[in-house]
């Protein structure tokens, strides 16, 4: 009798289809964690122009005029 080589179940094509998958489900968390940075680094930046607009109220200082006599 011959002898039966097994078919092989998961063939290279398949563990490169699930590294695909794995490395697109990480590209999404990253994505995602990026995404949530820059909300957080708009926030602060709101944060800070209110507290600097506030300073310069308090010290009498005018950022408009001050910023176009530098132009």
């Given at each position: 009798m011959a002898k039966i080589i097994p078919f092989p179940l998961v063939t290279e094509s398949d563990k490169l289809r699930e590294l695909l998958v794995a490395q697109e489900n990480e590209i999404k968390i990253v994505l995602q964690e990026l995404e949530d940075l820059n909300?957080?680094?708009?926030?602060?930046?709101?944060?800070?122009?209110?507290?600097?607009?506030?300073?310069?109220?308090?010290?009498?200082?005018?950022?408009?005029?001050r910023y176009n006599n530098d132009n």
């Amino acid at each position: 009798m011959a002898k039966i080589i097994p078919f092989p179940l998961v063939t290279e094509s398949d563990k490169l289809r699930e590294l695909l998958v794995a490395q697109e489900n990480e590209i999404k968390i990253v994505l995602q964690e990026l995404e949530d940075l820059n909300d957080l680094v708009v926030d602060l930046t709101i944060e800070y122009e209110e507290l600097l607009n506030k300073l310069c109220k308090i010290n009498g200082i005018n950022l408009e005029e001050r910023y176009n006599n530098d132009n």
